[in-house]
């Protein structure tokens, strides 16, 4: 059966799966920058080189807030899909996305 609703719920679904992982990519890369660039400060690293690091990290901390819009943006797109198809809650597809959005909350 390939009813086009089923389709979007897995589209949707795998768009917050993504853009959650990739939130905790850039959060998890923002800790080992700081890591890093401390251990720089620490050692007398070039003052060069502590700059640009440092321009890395802010790089990556500008990062969280647009990952964290577009997780929102995918959390409600997908719960509102979800409530407008509310007669598919017996598709695996429609349960596993109700899993997604509990995990996401």
Partial sequence: MSDPRIKQI???TGV????GKEKLSYR????QQKGK???MKDEGKD???????NEVLQETLMMI?????RLVT?????KNVLEAEADLNEAEEYVAAQAQ???AE
């Fill in 37 to 39: 660039l401390q251990k």
């Fill in 74 to 78: 995918a959390h409600a797109d997908l």
């Fill in 28 to 31: 998890k890369e923002a800790d």
């Fill in 101 to 103: 959005l509990q995990e």
């Fill in 65 to 69: 807030p647009d990952c964290h819009r």
């Fill in 10 to 12: 897995k589209v949707k």
């Fill in 16 to 19: 917050l799966k993504r853009v």
């Fill in 47 to 53: 003052d060069y080189d502590i700059k640009k690091m």
